[in-house]
């Protein structure tokens, strides 16, 4: 968009510029490659395409999971900033200049741009080709459509394409979950029709980064959020739950989540993973996997250390969960007047797993025991759910879409329902909606 794209402009596109996390991309460098050397050469496309999958690793998911963590109660503001101060009091009294809101909103759009970028030029590149260009068009498609994914559960509009030279318009989320859901087709068509290159894999996403597998995960999660529960199950069908697909950090593009909870200490994770005692189970050893220490207080508040993928400068976190595959199914099956055995079938491959999740995340809980009503097993869904996928980004969507009690008759679960545009936005384009209530 004319406005925002203006202020986090890209600049200088080679992609090691990219691999910083600073919110900023306007970096001197008079020795870097132009954009236009960037956009039209095989390597800076290469590059380029490194930098987008760091770029989103890093800053992208510190503000996608943290974020939005906090406001569905994951986490607890502890710091005394403005910006986390705010968060942490969500209601009327998150302004629409909070810094946090503002760092979310760029971050997203500056995934998007960077993605946009890449498919609009690297099929102009004669000597990119094969798999190499499937899977930089494919990984493009994916960001894109993350980053709207993103925007989409946290906003109830969004823009679905930038503009450095016209105002953009916004669409309601469900038109935004559909266009993140079209980008994810494309990818998959391209990559179905021509794999990724053992290059793309070397040069590219590295051993740890699944570009297939993540783009069917996606294509299944959004499509649970957009209501296409039948395209949901199919996509969590062909995700091969034997491979892991992961962000790979290093001590010097490190955790982004380890650095703000453990270096800056801005938050702390809520005990219980911050659900009411009526939703968490005891004994359900997530809790030891994602939390550990003592519980201590804060304004009253339990808090503990945070484990998990997150206790380590260097500790790979998942793209996505396999599990999560499993409860997408169940959750589609009943919200599709399916059989309510198959969905309680897959939701006791969660909670009784003891060992073999790839990434060690196991419930151990006993089978479950309650009513067996479409009801009830939604709402069992959810409990798994904050528990398996904890700090994953998809709380403050999970407690909407479940009708768990909100503001402002709630503070309980979270503290918003979705997020003030901000004030960088409306200021300079006419098209930003009214901000939501609360």
Known sequence: MKNITSYIKIGVLSGFLLLTSSCELDIPNPNAASD???????????????????????SGIEAAYLYPGV???????????????ELEAGGTALPTFNGNILGLWSRMQRTMNISEQILENAPNVASLTGGMRSGILAQ???????????????????????????????????????????H????????????????????????????KNTLYAMNARFN???????????????????????????????????????????????????????LFYEGDNREDFYLSGPIVLVDGDPVRNLAGFFD??????????????????AEAILRSNGSLVEALALINEVRTQTSGDPFGVNAGLPPYTGPITRDALL???????????????MRLEDSRRFGRPGPPGSFVERNRNFYPYPDQERLTNPNTPEDPAI
């Open 379 to 393: 709402l069992e869904v959810y409990r798994q759910r904050s528990a398996e996928l904890y700090l994953t980004g």
């Open 140 to 182: 493009a498609h994916l960001f894109k459509a993350m980053a709207l994914g993103t925007l989409a559960m946290a906003f109830e509009q969004a823009n679905t394409e930038t503009s450095v030279t016209e105002d953009v318009v916004f669409r309601p989320r469900q038109d935004v979950f559909a266009e993140a859901i079209s």
């Open 184 to 211: 994810l087709n494309q990818g998959i068509t391209l990559i179905e029709a021509t794999p990724v290159s053992a290059e793309f894999k070397n040069q590219v996403t590295g051993q740890f980064f699944d570009v």
């Open 71 to 85: 406001t569905s109660r994951e986490l607890k503001g502890v710091a005394t900033f403005t910006n986390v101060l």
């Open 36 to 58: 236009i050397e960037v956009l039209n050469s095989r390597e800076g496309l290469i590059g380029l395409s490194v930098g987008l999958r760091q770029y989103y690793s890093t």
């Open 224 to 278: 649970l959020f957009a209501g296409n529960y039948q395209a949901a199950i199919s996509n969590a069908n062909k995700v091969d739950l034997s491979v892991k697909s992961e962000y790979d950090y290093s001590d010097l593009s490190i955790n982004p989540i380890f650095n703000t909870i453990f270096n800056l200490k801005y938050y702390r994770p809520r005990d219980n993973f911050g659900l009411p005692a009526s």
């Open 312 to 329: 380590n400068q260097t500790e790979r976190i998942p793209v996505y969960l396999t599990d999560e595959m499993k409860l997408i199914k």
